[in-house]
C-alpha cells in the first residue's frame, strides 16, 4: 500500500483537486498533509474541506497557525493574506461549518510519528524541521552553508523525517548532502537504505519554488518515495488572486514563475 503526501496548498484549490485526481489515478488510497493548507490563494476553505475529506490526518503549518492565532513575523504580503482568510472562515453564514473548520485548524498536530503502510520503519512529519516543526526552513543551500544546522536536525531524526515549507522538493541525507529530483536518475525516485538518515521535502502543491510552475507531492512506499508533478491551470488561480484586493498580484504572477 502507498501513501501520498501532500504540502504547502496554499488556498489553491485548483491546484489541489488536480493532485486529488492524479492521485486517484494512480490508485493510491492513503493520503497525508504537512500543513499550510491555507495563506496566500482564493480558496481557503475549500481547501480545507478537502484536506478534511481526503487526508488520513494533517499537520499545522505555520500559515494555518497565523490563521488561528496571530500572523507573527509575517512579510506584508503573508499577513495581509493571512487576516483575509481568518475573514472568509468568520464569514461562513453556517455557523455548524464555521466552528467545524476552526475545530479542524485547532486540532492540527505539528510533529507525528507514523508507521505508513507498506514500509519496515516509522516515519517523523513536520511541516518545517524536527528541531521547529511550524517554522524552521530547512534549505538546500544549508548543507554546505550551515553544516552544525544540518547536524542537529538529523540528531532529532531516527531514520526518515518528511516536510514541507521551503515549496522545493528533494532529498537531505546526512552526507550531508540535497539531491533534487531531476538528480536522482532517469526516475524521480529515491530509496532509502539503513546506512544513512534522509529527510524529505515532497515539495508545493499549491505554491512551487523550485522554478517549475507545476504541483508537487509524493509518493512512499516500502523502501522508496517518487516526486510527482501534477499540471494544472495557474491563471485560473492567478486570476481569483488578483480579483481579491486584500491579496497582492504578486502572489498571482509568481505561480507561473513556480518561484
Known amino acids: 500500500m502507498s501513501t501520498a503526501v501532500i504540502s504547502d496548498i496554499h488556498g489553491n484549490a485548483e491546484a489541489l483537486r488536480r493532485v486529488l485526481e492524479d492521485i486517484a489515478r494512480r490508485g493510491v488510497s492513503r493520503i497525508i498533509c504537512l500543513g499550510d493548507i491555507v495563506g496566500y490563494g482564493p480558496e481557503p476553505l475549500e481547501c480545507v474541506d478537502l484536506v478534511r475529506k481526503h487526508c488520513a490526518w494533517s499537520l499545522m503549518g505555520n500559515h494555518d497557525f497565523g490563521v488561528l492565532y496571530e500572523p507573527t513575523n509575517f512579510n506584508a504580503s503573508a499577513e495581509s493574506s493571512a487576516y483575509w482568510t481568518r475573514e472568509q472562515f468568520d464569514a461562513e453564514p453556517d455557523e455548524a461549518k464555521r466552528a467545524s473548520r476552526y475545530d479542524f485548524l485547532g486540532r492540527l498536530r505539528v510533529r507525528v510519528v507514523d508507521q505508513f503502510p507498506g514500509m519496515s520503519f516509522p516515519i517523523l512529519a513536520v511541516h518545517g524541521s524536527p528541531r521547529r516543526p511550524i ?112 491579496l497582492h498580484d504578486w502572489l498571482g504572477d509568481r505561480l507561473f514563475q513556480g518561484r
Not at 548532502?177 to 532509502?192: A, I, K, Q
Open 135 to 246: 517554522n524552521e526552513y530547512v534549505f538546500a543551500e544549508d548543507v554546505t552553508n550551515s553544516p552544525e544546522k544540518i547536524e542537529s536536525i538529523f540528531e532529532r531524526i531516527d531514520r526518515v523525517c518528511i516536510s514541507g515549507h521551503t515549496h522545493v522538493p528533494g532529498v537531505f541525507t546526512d552526507e550531508p548532502d540535497f539531491y533534487p529530483p531531476g538528480e536522482l536518475g532517469e526516475e524521480p525516485v529515491y530509496r532509502f537504505n539503513e546506512s544513512e538518515k534522509a529527510i524529505v521535502n515532497v515539495g508545493s502543491v499549491g505554491q512551487p519554488r523550485d522554478l517549475d510552475p507545476r504541483a508537487a507531492y509524493a509518493i512512499f512506499s516500502e523502501d522508496r518515495v517518487e516526486f510527482v508533478r501534477v499540471e494544472y491551470d495557474v491563471a485560473v488561480t492567478a486570476d481569483k488572486i488578483k480579483a481579491v484586493p486584500q
